[in-house]
């Protein structure tokens, strides 16, 4: 899963260049766990990394250039993403 998290991460870097190595890396473990963590809420069987990693690949398509105005949007996750620390350890 480190590997597609990795993956994932430059793939956001692409789409949205001017966000730091270490928000993108947030945002796709964010949007990685709340897929996981909701589809095992609502009872659905667990499909596989391939299948997660394929979900939060076409959320990066869709909207990796616009995913820093949702964090001044949302104060639930404001506090995980508008941090002066961006960088990946």
Known sequence: ???????????????NPEMPAGRARVWV?????DYEATSAKAG?????AE???NLVRQLIT????KLHLFAAR?????????TSEDTVQ
């Open 1 to 15: 899963m480190e590997a597609n998290i990795a993956k994932l991460t430059e793939e956001l870097l692409v789409k």
């Open 29 to 33: 473990e964010l949007l990685w766990s």
């Open 44 to 48: 659905y069987a667990f499909r596989g």
């Open 51 to 53: 299948y997660t990693e």
């Open 62 to 65: 869709s909207y990796g250039d």
């Open 74 to 82: 949302n104060p639930k996750y404001a506090h995980l993403l508008n």
